[in-house]
């Protein structure tokens, strides 16, 4: 039996042409099988959502934490501080704080959205058009927070030579290990030397280090890191979906 015409179907919808018009590669020829991804398709987005989000928050929190008195790593210009309603000396991290925050609901987004659909029998329900007013604003919201991130990046005021401060020379111990095991030295016995030295008060290492091993404060390798970025984001058919959005707004 022939394939029935467009002109046969009781509402001529040509599902082949939109999906030329809107840049998708295929469709889903099962219209059960598209319907059954309302829900699903949404929470996989939040999860990406909620993935940047997670990285930003905890960012976020290590600025809070650093920029405190009792580390003082950094700090940021008084316009994007807030001063506090009682402590005349304190600079309080407020953009940081709402980025925490805004980041910590944006990872909840993945659960309101399973939470909403995890009942629902097969088929279209009125209970979906919820998830619109919880997954849209989030789009926003993490592009704010994105933009404030780097805006605060931008200004962050690094203290020079923290490590000088004697308080911080342990952090070196495990460099004198390693560097008494190249000359040598079987680690068991300079584990238990710098160990001894430390307790004994004699302790006092080298701190200019040497790394050159690919990922360590001394090769970075951010240059390899950008070319992966770019490598995932170019693998994305923005260019081709766009041209075609384009070219169904102009028709």
């Given at each position: 039996?022939?394939?029935?015409?467009?002109?046969?179907?009781?509402?001529?919808?040509?599902?082949?042409?939109?999906?030329?018009?809107l840049g998708f590669d295929s469709?889903?020829y099962n219209v059960v099988y598209?319907?059954?991804?309302?829900?699903?398709?949404?929470?996989?987005?939040?999860?990406?959502?909620?993935?940047?989000?997670?990285?930003?928050?905890?960012?976020?929190?290590?600025?809070?934490?650093?920029?405190?008195?009792?580390?003082?790593?950094?700090?940021?210009?008084?316009?994007?501080?807030?001063?506090?309603?009682?402590?005349?000396?304190?600079?309080?991290?407020?953009?940081?704080?709402?980025?925490?925050?805004?980041?910590?609901?944006?990872?909840?987004?993945?659960?309101?959205?399973?939470?909403?659909?995890?009942?629902?029998?097969?088929?279209?329900?009125?209970?979906?058009?919820?998830?619109?007013?919880?997954?849209?604003?989030?789009?926003?919201?993490?592009?704010?927070?994105?933009?404030?991130?780097?805006?605060?990046?931008?200004?962050?005021?690094?203290?020079?030579?923290?490590?000088?401060?004697?308080?911080?020379?342990?952090?070196?111990?495990?460099?004198?290990?390693?560097?008494?095991?190249?000359?040598?030295?079987?680690?068991?016995?300079?584990?238990?030397?710098?160990?001894?030295?430390?307790?004994?008060?004699?302790?006092?290492?080298?701190?200019?280090?040497?790394?050159?091993?690919?990922?360590?404060?001394?090769?970075?390798?951010?240059?390899?890191i950008a070319a992966q970025m770019?490598?995932?984001?170019?693998?994305?058919?923005?260019?081709?979906?766009?041209?075609?959005?384009?070219?169904?707004?102009?028709?």
């Open positions: 039996m022939a394939p029935p015409r467009v002109t046969d179907l009781p509402f001529p919808l040509d599902r082949e042409l939109t999906t030329a018009l469709l889903n598209a319907q059954m991804g309302r829900g699903k398709t949404e929470k996989i987005v939040a999860f990406a959502l909620a993935g940047i989000a997670a990285t930003i928050a905890k960012m976020a929190m290590d600025a809070c934490l650093f920029m405190n008195q009792n580390f003082g790593f950094i700090s940021f210009p008084d316009e994007l501080t807030t001063g506090s309603s009682i402590m005349p000396h304190k600079k309080n991290p407020d953009v940081w704080e709402l980025i925490r925050s805004h980041g910590n609901k944006l990872q909840a987004l993945p659960n309101e959205i399973a939470m909403m659909i995890t009942n629902l029998p097969s088929g279209y329900h009125r209970d979906l058009q919820l998830l619109k007013e919880n997954l849209f604003p989030a789009f926003q919201t993490l592009k704010d927070c994105i933009r404030m991130s780097r805006l605060m990046l931008e200004n962050v005021r690094i203290k020079e030579n923290i490590l000088d401060d004697d308080k911080y020379q342990y952090l070196f111990s495990v460099e004198v290990v390693n560097n008494l095991v190249l000359q040598g030295t079987p680690f068991r016995e300079a584990y238990k030397k710098v160990g001894m030295d430390i307790e004994n008060g004699t302790f006092s290492p080298d701190k200019e280090v040497k790394h050159t091993h690919a990922g360590s404060i001394g090769n970075l390798g951010t240059q390899q770019d490598a995932v984001i170019k693998s994305f058919p923005f260019e081709s979906v766009d041209k075609a959005l384009e070219k169904l707004l102009n028709s």
